[in-house]
């Protein structure tokens, strides 16, 4: 294959498409990892999306990829395909930090399940992502090694926490890449960047591996340029995981056929808590067209109530800061990271390394899930909040009485300048807005382009019921056949 | 009015093992005091006789049989101690505290 | 401690004990949870807390504890939760313990046992289950080492209502909970080994009150003799300081077992805040109906059911039947000497074997679960020889002493080398008038009315008969002769 055809399958053809010309004989899959890696070599100096870039550990697996593959083995259904994975995979023998410095040279010794499925269906690792500092963030700005830009106008943050996943996959450094997703954090910085990206149902991908921020919010997912890259991801990598006492065992649904199956019938709910005051107006005209859309595509569009809306982000803010609290307590400089240099007693050990060790973002959560837990506070906050979790879970599990699925803008505005909204984390935190609640509730949902407001993508949100991923990937792949909003590409 | 003033803010340092500076205790201060205002609001949420959702999945405690899998051999272990000692990680001197687990459990 | 100190103060104690059970693994993963291993070499990314691990409940562990919880008759609770327990420590690789708090496995619940010849039972208030911390190593040169091989272990943790009232009953208390232990086979119950530990709550109050004074937690106790002096010293301690007039600080306090006394573990009041919340990583744990019934159909007889079979049924002591039940390898041994309708008297001859002969000659009396050069059978068979007048008392126990050094069968030493009684009247007649004869003038004191010469004549008849005359036979033989 010439270099030219090269450089299309990686940039236009589908996850799919680029398995199965390696299994095919068509390309190898080491010239695909060859490819991305020149096209990261080339761009990710100004987009700053990779934290690693694995070139030995990628040309090893491609070409054991190939070998395989001339050997007569059939090669899976990921056969050769390259993917970038957030830094807050653990990799066995790569080095993991999940973006911050007290976990600077910590060179997993096992390897997480998702990363362990992908690889074992063909998929070859690039490297690992730039991310928000623990996952805690929505611009990326708080990765303790520097920010991510996104392709479509540097001077604008990705996103976040998952913001060097997003911006791999949108500059066409990757095919598809991993992403965890805890309040937002895949959906807000695919919205931000033009691309699908799926937080699945909580339980539904395995967090075995996964560095855990919050761990009841915590959801693996993927990104892709289109929903079928998405669901080719996440039929290896879904599935109940023994290693995981909170994944769901329950069969994995066929995402890729549901893509094409069409959403005739289907009843799409439009929460009006979701389209009150507030928005740029440009992503509002952009989703509502977008739900104008479905409805030309066959759906019955119908109103519905989310009214614990307005709670969510500060019952999202109780929940994640104390859990945060708890799983940041490891990091103490005694098993692994970073350790200050000289401390003469214990309590010297534990206070320096954990001031050396977190950014500001991390010591915030650390303090506010400290706050809330004491003895004395724990029921007016975090058991509060918990209590009010229940509340807005039941207000989907209502609403899905009433539709199949609902459509919502993804973020309020469009991607923000680097530095725009540093200073005010309140600020900050109101970008996720839209995708806390299902985040809360543990329901499934989706981004997906939409439009463009100056120059920028604008995603919408496509949220499901429990293990509504089907549905969810159905109206996705309508949508994605009828519109080439996931088509369009950054030029670099 | 406060709901956290620089005092507290030192005690839940304390508590957190977290080392900081008297500008970084100044700075939280004021961002937790922002930051509590605006979570307050779930304080004015009805939730009586509402369980809380400790877990979003609804399915019982999977249980593991008792069965031995392969354990770390001793590099893998203490390949990332930042210090250790023969096959033992290193720390400060120890002075046992109340709310250790040192010789009786916790 | 005077007298007088004593009977103004009531000791309140309450006992929080750690025990380790005896699964394979660990209570949230799959390495060993066997000791000796060499350091950190029974470890996996959940034991040190590696970023990214998670629990997986063992159910063997959960089995274990509900085992504990129906034999002292706890309430178990049909969803319990696990939760996080905070505090940093070099021995706690996640900084936070993965325990129990408000929805404990077991409620309730008491532990039975004799103190002071009568029945006694301690109420406990709950049983969680949580995992133990990794070992601390106090070195030289200004350092520490860590292993956290135990980090991990499945522990259950009794608590026991404030309901003991002196360092001795704390002390029979704990012995009668390790029994316990030992008969459901959960754990070996070994303070010296820490696989039980021991944190006691104690304070005083006027004999008379229904307040609970200011109480100290007394940590570090590993051996049934620390419990009692621990207790004891600590009760003076606080006695002392009531009698001044002083007020008792609340504190943990750490029991110095080589200087016999406590030192106080002082530390910032801040740092002391557990910040408990329910476990994300663990749904809440089912032991649903159909398990509990199956646990329950599942336990063993207990120390305490078995006692009183011994003193009913049995008719045995309570002294006897006490030493028998306190470890269930002495009460399986007996049980299987007796087997399970005794003939009438059978269960005290062969309890006063068990505890005179058998329990002298061994060292741990769990050794009888093993191999014994005796088995159970075999004594069985001794007991029934000498049912039988095969064999007086006291050849018994002659025979009895060489089939535990020779390990051989009493049957087989009595067929081949002739040590079986003689209760043959003919044999023992001519052997009682060859003594007679031989000694005419004691035979004439004895006739004139020295009947304490009785036990001479006895004494020189086994002596000739190399002590295989039956001694019934013997004086009823010798009675009609003399007379
Ligand atoms: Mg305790
Ligand atoms: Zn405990």
């Known amino acids: 294959m010439s270099t030219a055809a090269i450089e299309t399958l990686l940039l236009e053809q589908s996850v799919v498409a680029q398995a199965e010309a390696v299994r095919g004989g068509t390309v190898k899959a080491r010239d695909l990892a060859e490819g991305y890696l020149d096209r990261v070599g080339r761009f990710d100096k100004t987009l700053g999306s990779f934290l690693l870039v694995d070139g030995a550990g990628a040309r090893a697996a491609a070409d054991k990829v190939d070998a395989a593959i001339a050997a007569g083995q059939p090669g899976g259904p990921l056969a050769g395909v390259p993917l970038g994975i957030k830094d807050i995979f653990v990799t066995k023998g790569v080095e993991t930090t999940a973006g911050s410095r007290v976990l600077k040279g910590f060179i997993p010794p096992y390897e997480s399940t998702v990363t362990a499925r992908l690889a074992a269906a063909g998929a070859v690792s690039l490297g690992k992502l730039n991310m928000d500092e623990f996952a805690m963030g929505s611009s990326n700005e708080n990765s303790a090694f520097g920010p991510v830009r996104n392709p479509w106008d540097t001077t604008r943050v990705p996103g976040g926490s998952s913001g060097g996943s997003a911006a791999a996959v949108a500059g066409g450094l990757c095919a598809a890449s991993l992403g965890t997703d805890t309040g937002g954090s895949i959906r807000q910085p695919a919205a931000f960047c033009g691309i699908t990206g799926l937080k699945p149902t909580y339980g539904r991908v395995s967090r075995y591996g996964v560095i855990a921020f919050a761990s009841s919010l915590d959801h693996p997912g993927p990104f892709g340029r289109s929903a079928e890259d998405v669901a080719a991801l996440m039929e290896v990598m879904a599935g109940g995981d023994p290693m995981d006492a909170t994944s769901i065992s329950a069969p994995v649904g066929r995402y890729q056929a549901a893509c094409k199956a069409g959403l005739a019938g289907l009843r799409v709910g439009m929460p009006s808590e979701y389209f009150a005051a507030g928005m740029d107006p440009a992503v509002e005209a952009a989703v509502r067209a977008g739900i104008e859309q479905l409805a030309a595509l066959g759906a019955q569009v119908v109103p519905v109530t989310l009214p614990h809306t307005p709670y969510a982000v500060p019952t999202y803010y109780l929940v994640c800061t104390a859990e945060a609290s708890s799983n940041l307590a490891r990091y103490d400089g005694v098993k692994y990271g970073h350790r200050t240099e000289t401390a003469a007693s214990l309590e010297e050990l534990y206070a320096r390394t954990r001031d050396e060790g977190f950014g500001p973002e991390p010591k915030r959560r650390i303090v506010l899930g400290n706050y809330v837990l004491r003895s004395g506070y724990y029921d007016a906050y975090y058991g509060k909040a918990q209590r009010v979790r229940r509340l807005i879970a039941n207000d989907f599990a209502k609403a899905f009485t009433e539709c199949d699925v609902l459509a919502t803008p993804t973020t309020p505005m469009t991607a923000f300048k680097l530095g725009e909204k540093t200073e005010d984390p309140l600020q900050m935190y109101l970008a996720d807005i839209y995708t806390v609640a299902p985040a809360l509730a543990g329901v499934p949902a989706m981004a997906l382009p939409c439009g463009f407001a100056a120059g920028l993508p604008i995603g919408m949100q496509l949220i499901g019921p429990p293990l509504g991923e089907e549905t969810l990937f159905r109206v996705a792949g309508a949508y994605q056949r009828a519109t080439d909003w996931h088509t369009r590409r950054p030029s670099l | 009015m406060s709901r956290i003033d620089p005092k507290e803010v030192r005690q839940i340092a304390v508590l957190a093992r977290l080392g900081l500076s008297e500008a970084e205790v100044t700075k939280l201060t004021h961002e937790l005091d922002g930051i509590l205002g605006y979570i307050a609001a779930v304080q004015g949420v009805n939730t009586t006789g509402v369980e809380p959702l400790t877990h979003a999945v609804g399915f019982a405690c999977p249980l593991r049989p008792d069965e031995v899998q392969p354990s770390f051999d001793n590099d893998d272990a203490l390949a990332n101690a930042p210090r250790r000692h023969e096959r033992f990680f290193e720390v400060p001197r120890i002075v046992p505290v109340s709310g250790s687990s040192d010789g009786g459990g916790s | 401690m005077s007298v007088t100190l004593l009977e103004k103060y009531e000791p309140v104690i309450g006992l929080e004990v750690h025990v380790q059970l005896a699964t394979l693994t660990k209570i949230f993963s799959g390495s060993s949870a066997s000791f000796g291993l060499a350091p950190n070499a029974a470890t996996d990314p959940v034991v040190l807390g590696l970023p990214g691990s998670l629990p997986v409940l063992n159910k063997a562990a959960v089995q274990m504890a509900v085992r ?111 029994t316990l232990i030992r008969y459901l086979g959960i754990s070996d119950g070994n303070m010296e080994e820490g696989s039980m530990r021991c944190d006691a709550n104690v304070s005083l109050r006027l004999r008379g009150a229904t307040k609970l004074g200011t109480r100290a937690e007394l940590k570090n106790i590993n051996s049934f003799k620390n419990v009692k002096e621990a207790i004891e010293h600590e009760i003076r301690r606080q006695a002392g300081i009531l009698d001044r007039g002083e007020a008792v600080v609340q504190e943990t306090r750490l029991w110095d077992a080589v200087r016999g006394r406590s030192q106080s573990m002082r530390s910032k009041e801040e740092a002391h805040d557990y910040r408990y919340f329910p476990e994300p990583d663990l749904p809440p744990l089912q032991v649903d109906e159909a398990w509990r019934q199956a646990a329950l159909a599942g336990l063993p007889e207990l120390p305490e059911q078995r006692f009183v079979r011994y003193t009913t049924v049995l008719g045995l002591s309570a002294q006897d039947a006490g030493v028998l039940v306190n470890e269930r390898e002495i009460s399986d041994y007996f049980d299987a000497v007796v087997g399970k309708s005794p003939a009438e008297g059978v269960g005290k001859k062969a309890a006063n074997w068990v505890v005179n002969e058998v329990l002298a000659r061994v060292e741990d009396p769990r050794a009888l679960g093993q191999d014994v050069p005796v088995p159970p059978d075999a004594l069985a068979e001794l007991v029934d020889l000498i049912e039988k007048g095969t064999l007086s008392g006291k050849l018994a126990k002659d025979v009895f002493g060489r089939m535990w050094t020779e390990k051989r069968r009493a049957s087989d030493i009595v067929a081949k080398e002739s040590v079986a009684q003689v209760s043959d009247e003919g044999v023992i007649e001519a052997a009682c008038k060859q003594v007679i004869e031989a000694n005419p003038k004691e035979a004439e004191r004895y006739r004139a009315g020295d009947k304490k010469l009785v036990g001479f004549f006895v004494g020189q008849i086994m002596k000739l008969t190399e002590g295989k005359a039956n001694p019934k036979a013997v004086n009823q033989i010798l009675a009609k002769l003399l007379s």
């Open chain 3, 68 to 178: 504990l919880g129906l034999a002292v008759g706890s309430h178990i609770r049909p969803v319990c939760r696990f939760s996080r327990k905070h505090y940093f420590y070099p021995d706690l690789p996640k900084g936070y313990q993965i325990s129990q708090f408000d929805e404990p496995l077991c409620e309730g619940g008491a532990v039975r046992f004799r103190f002071n010849g009568a029945d006694h039972s301690v109420p406990l208030t709950r049983i969680h289950m949580e995992e133990d911390a990794g070992k601390n190593i106090h070195a030289e040169g200004g350092v520490s080492y860590v292993d956290y091989n135990r980090a991990g272990v499945p522990l259950c943790e009794v608590v026991s209502e404030p309901a003991l009232r002196s360092a001795d009953e704390a002390a029979e208390y704990l012995r009668a909970l390790r």
